[in-house]
T-cell receptor, first 112, second 113 residues
Framework: DAKTTQPTSMDCAEGRAANLPCNHSTISGNEYVYWYRQIHSQGPQYIIHGLKNNETNEMASLIITEDRKSSTLILPHATLRDTAVYYCIVSSSQTGANNLFFGTGTRLTVIP | DAGVTQSPTHLIKTRGQQVTLRCSPKSGHDTVSWYQQALGQGPQFIFQYYEEEERQRGNFPDRFSGHQFPNYSSELNVNALLLGDSALYLC????????????FGEGSWLTVV
């Protein structure tokens, strides 16, 4: 069962930062937060993941609250190609337990 | 370096038939998982293979079976196809250790008529 809560949909103006929130209030100490996105009819694309500290890569930044009960994915300069469904997932760090349980995600629409 | 590759990309089967889908993991990855994604829903975990054995299984009937080969590639088999098996089937690969990046293929679209 999905252990995260995300808004169903969000809009963002092109060129602006997109901030996608995720609640994971029941996260345990050994669980990572993963973000994926899926553009229609394609496989999920890995964006970023983290355990405790904030993370940044070439695609996005992940901000995890100190109590780890929520996080925010930040796309710094949204483009039309960022329109997709974004999934926030928590997954165990235990060996062999690295499966992903997807919820319904947030449908992000970038508006010109 | 090729990522996760799946074949075929699209196929149509008749109810009651059997289907085999194939997956080659990203280079170096030893663990393969399969997911089913029905239209309008998020992917659902089917099972995971490591060292040629099924290690974990989601809530799917025994009609769904799999195999992993010594080169880490994998097959998903579905017997006695139902109309409800129509979906996008996704393969994901990773290292066995948790907390690593998990990569997905582009999937195989199965239509059962």
């Amino acid at each position: 069962d999905a252990k995260t809560t995300q808004p169903t949909s969000m809009d963002c103006a092109e060129g602006r930062a997109a901030n996608l929130p995720c609640n994971h209030s029941t996260i345990s100490g050994n669980e990572y937060v993963y973000w994926y996105r899926q553009i229609h009819s394609q496989g999920p694309q890995y964006i970023i993941h983290g355990l405790k500290n904030n993370e940044t890569n070439e695609m996005a930044s992940l901000i995890i609250t100190e109590d780890r009960k929520s996080s925010t994915l930040i796309l710094p300069h949204a483009t039309l190609r960022d329109t997709a469904v974004y999934y926030c997932i928590v997954s165990s760090s235990q060996t062999g337990a690295n499966n992903l349980f997807f919820g319904t995600g947030t449908r992000l629409t970038v508006i010109p | 370096d090729a990522g996760v590759t799946q074949s075929p990309t699209h196929l149509i089967k008749t109810r009651g038939q059997q289907v085999t889908l194939r997956c080659s993991p990203k280079s170096g990855h030893d663990t393969v998982s399969w997911y089913q994604q029905a239209l309008g829903q998020g992917p659902q975990f089917i099972f995971q293979y490591y060292e040629e054995e099924e290690r974990q299984r989601g809530n799917f009937p025994d009609r769904f079976s799999g195999h992993q080969f010594p080169n880490y590639s994998s097959e998903l088999n579905v017997n006695a196809l139902l109309l409800g098996d129509s979906a996008l089937y996704l393969c994901a690969s990773s290292f066995r250790t948790g907390g690593n990046t998990i990569y997905f293929g582009e999937g195989s679209w199965l239509t059962v008529v």
